[in-house]
């Protein structure tokens, strides 16, 4: 038995059913990251200064709107601290912090 060549339609709806997955996925992940940035805000300065990040960064990164997720911020904070210090910046995997 084969299959054919036949292209696979996708409806309109199906495509609107994925984009709507998709956002909301993209939503709850935005949610969670806000949530676990928030932890930081509790960091004393020392803290903060240690792992390269000032009080303002992360009030900044809480500041974003909801849906935009503020660790991408902070890591660009990072790295953009560690550029002026000529340090290198921590190793970051899609966004996720790892130990070098």
Same mark, same amino acid.
């Given at each position: 038995?084969? @299959?054919s =060549? /036949?292209?696979? %339609?996708?409806?309109?709806?199906? %495509? *609107?059913? #994925?984009? %709507? &997955?998709? =956002?909301l996925v993209?939503?709850a992940? /935005?949610v969670g990251? @806000?949530?676990?940035? +928030?932890? &930081? /805000?509790?960091?004393?300065? @020392?803290?903060? +200064?240690?792992? #390269? &990040?000032?009080? #303002?960064?992360?009030?900044? /990164? &809480?500041?974003?709107?909801?849906?935009? @997720?503020p660790?991408?911020?902070?890591?660009?904070?990072?790295?953009?601290? =560690?550029r !002026? *210090?000529?340090?290198?910046p921590?190793? =970051?995997? !899609?966004?996720?912090?790892?130990?070098?």
């Open positions: 038995m084969s @299959r =060549a /036949a292209p696979i %339609l996708i409806s309109p709806v199906s %495509l *609107m059913l #994925g984009r %709507l &997955l998709r =956002a993209s939503f992940r /935005a990251d @806000r949530r676990e940035v +928030k932890h &930081l /805000a509790e960091f004393d300065e @020392r803290m903060l +200064k240690d792992i #390269g &990040l000032t009080r #303002g960064d992360v009030e900044s /990164a &809480l500041m974003e709107p909801i849906h935009h @997720r660790s991408s911020m902070l890591v660009r904070c990072v790295e953009t601290s =560690a !002026h *210090m000529d340090l290198p921590p190793h =970051a995997s !899609h966004g996720r912090w790892t130990r070098a």
